[in-house]
């Protein structure tokens, strides 16, 4: 394709000519897709309209790239390789063919329900090939797929499909991770408790149990496809046609609905796809993610599908049924691109070197990181244990509002540096901006992460609320997208992404606004105000410390009982992947006259600090500094 960039100087060629005249950059990318009918201009709008829009009249389904584009040459290969949970379970593979008319059958059976272009239909679903077979099947006839990470819990998947006002749900009997099953069918009950908008629940049958249907509501996949035609002709979509929403966690305590469409996210995630990895031939491309978030979507399925490779799709974890489960899945599949997250690298290399060691990687090509900042000694395990010392790094750096991958190294053609993401890809032009939005031209000074140019992924508006989208990204530095991130840059223009700057706390790579989890702790009885930061964690890169002051009619109870209640109102808000690492209960927060808290001193507190604060005069209460502190001593590890 036209836009695979194969040396560092095609590199530098490519980044050049995106910044002199970007138009015609974006141009010759997007015309290496396929366009049912050919759009007429590249961008209209700028970031301070809080609107921009690409390649306009541009007719196109996204699903026509990344399937029927390949049928010809490529019907044969390999589109899909799932390896099960269970190592003993039988492998599924499926050529682009069989993902083709699967996609078809599937998105006839969505007729059929009478789904129609622009509805949106929620997935609440295990990694199974359904998984991407429903994704594509949205697609292709235009409904708008919003996939929720399975491992949510009840009230926040209903919450998401309220919002989305979904009209559809697909799920899965249940889910398997490890030793566990995840009773998602049940979940899915729950959450619709009190809502009108979902007509129709499809149930994939993954582990055969016995589920509860409800008459004229619910259908089994399998029974639903019989006698679907595998054929359906790709919806000619607007290139600014909604593809899907994802949400994801903001400083308020309602999750924001990302909202991607056709054209633009397709021409950036195929792009960025083929140079990041610099993907070839008849490689085994291995993204470990879940498309639940951001990263499953763009570096499972479209991006890898968009360039006709095979991308490998495991519905296990890392540790089942041991520490050794990646690399036996390498090595039995010989994979040549791997792409993980810091966490699992670092609760891996705590296992030692032996698990890896002990399977043949030298297929090994290319090794990605992404999701949080990876630490010096992960980087090096990374790359001298598992790389075995050749295979480059690449830190990708980017969000769920990027839609794809923004700062990274490519493949091996530009330079890299431990914790570091590197140079931005061409067509990616980011600045550091001081608090008042003046650029910071000097090196190794952090400030805030901006990109100073529109691209064709950028989020397009928050489902429902484009005032939250302008006044997250576009209002507080004009004329910028602001990351929510800061950064430095080094000499040689390399970025190194520091973390966020805003109340969002990244655990194991996955984002929480603070608001969010302390509007969970408050449904606790008894729970009359909390505080939540984020606090250095080894494996997890952060953990979440939790302040929490209860009313004196809890002062009867146990504490542990207390801790118990409040982590289970966690877990009952958001999911068992926002649990606490500590709980301190405390009878004041630090908060300023004017009734703010100061998170500053919270967690520094958490971090460990005891006496240096910095300026406490504002405090309303500066003592409660100190009580702080001595209760950051004794409390409560859950
Ligand atoms: C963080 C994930 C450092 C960052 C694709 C960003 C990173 C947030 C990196 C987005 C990286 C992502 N180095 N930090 N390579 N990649 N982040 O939306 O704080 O789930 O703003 O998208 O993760 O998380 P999201």
């Not at 697909?170 to 566990?180: L, M, P, Q, S, V």
Request: glycine share 8%; aromatic share 10%.
């Amino acid at each position: 394709m036209s836009f695979q960039i194969r040396s560092f100087d095609a590199y530098q060629k490519a980044f050049q000519k995106s910044k002199d005249t970007p138009d015609s950059f974006w141009r010759d990318i997007a015309n290496s897709f396929e366009w049912i009918h050919p759009f007429s201009s590249i961008r209209n709008g700028t970031f301070n309209d809080a609107h921009v829009e690409w390649f306009r009249d541009g007719k196109v389904n996204i699903t026509a790239n990344a399937l029927d584009r390949h049928l010809q040459s490529k019907g044969d290969k390999t589109a899909i390789i799932w390896e099960p949970n269970d190592p003993q379970e039988a492998v599924r593979t499926l050529t682009y063919t069989e993902l083709h008319a699967l996609t078809c059958q599937f998105g006839n059976a969505l007729k059929s329900l009478g789904v129609q272009k622009g509805d949106r239909v929620v997935l609440y679903m295990p990694m199974t090939p359904e998984l991407t077979i429903a994704v594509l099947a949205c697609a292709r006839i235009g409904a708008v797929h919003s996939v929720v990470f399975a491992g949510f819990s009840a009230q926040a998947l209903h919450d998401r499909i309220e919002d989305a006002q979904a009209k559809i749900v697909i799920t899965a009997d249940e889910g398997r991770r490890g030793t566990k099953t995840i009773p998602l069918k049940e979940t899915v009950d729950k959450a619709l408790l009190n809502l009108t908008c979902v007509e129709s629940v499809v149930v994939q049958k993954v582990t055969g149990i016995a589920c509860e249907m409800l008459p004229n509501r619910d259908m089994y996949w399998h029974e639903l496809v019989v006698g679907k035609p595998t054929v359906c002709t790709a919806e000619p979509m607007d290139s600014e046609d909604m593809l899907f929403i994802l949400y994801t966690s903001g400083s308020t305590g309602k999750p924001k609905g990302v909202v991607h469409v056709h054209g633009g996210y397709m021409v950036y995630a195929g792009y960025t796809f083929s140079n990041v990895f610099q993907y070839e031939g008849d490689d085994v491309y291995w993204c470990t993610a879940d498309v639940g978030w951001i990263t499953g979507h763009s570096y499972i399925i479209y991006g890898p599908l968009l360039n006709g490779a095979t991308s490998l799709m495991f519905e296990g974890i890392p540790t089942y049924p041991d520490a050794g489960r990646f690399w036996e899945v390498c090595a039995k599949h010989k994979v040549n691109q791997f792409y993980t997250a810091p966490t699992a690298i670092r609760s891996l290399m705590s296992s030692g070197s032996e698990p890896v060691t002990q399977h043949d990687l030298s297929s090994l090509k290319v090794l990605g990181t992404v999701g949080e900042p990876i630490n010096e000694e992960a980087w090096y395990w990374y790359r001298d244990v598992v790389g075995q010392s050749k295979c480059p790094i690449v830190d990708t750096w980017w969000q769920t509002e990027t839609g794809g991958i923004m700062i990274s190294g490519l493949g091996g053609l530009s330079p890299q540096k431990p914790a570091h993401a590197g140079l931005p890809l061409p067509g990616i032009h980011p600045v550091l901006l001081d608090p008042n939005g003046h650029d910071i031209l000097e090196n190794n000074v952090e400030g805030l992460l901006c990109i100073s140019q529109p691209w064709p992924s950028m989020i397009r508006t928050t489902y429902g609320d484009h005032t939250r989208c302008r006044n997250t990204y576009f209002h507080p530095f004009p004329g910028h997208y602001f990351t929510g991130d800061g950064a430095k840059r080094d000499d040689q223009g390399l970025y190194r992404i520091i973390g966020r700057v805003d109340d969002v706390i990244n655990v194991s790579g996955h984002r929480f606004g603070t608001a969010e989890i302390e509007s969970a702790i408050n449904e606790t009885s008894g729970a009359v105000e909390s505080a939540v930061v984020g606090f250095p964690h080894d494996i997890k890169g952060q953990g979440i410390h939790a302040y929490v002051i209860l009313d004196s009619k809890t002062g009867s109870l146990a504490e542990e009982d207390l801790c118990n209640a409040v982590q289970n109102a966690v877990i009952k808000g958001i999911g068992k992947i926002a649990k606490l690492d500590r709980i301190q209960f405390v009878s004041a927060l630090p908060k300023t006259r004017s009734g703010k808290i100061m998170r500053r001193i919270l967690r520094k507190v958490a971090e460990g600090e005891q006496t240096s604060f910095g300026d406490t005069s504002t405090l309303l209460d500066p003592a409660c500094v100190d009580l702080l502190v001595s209760g950051a001593k004794q409390l409560q590890i859950c």
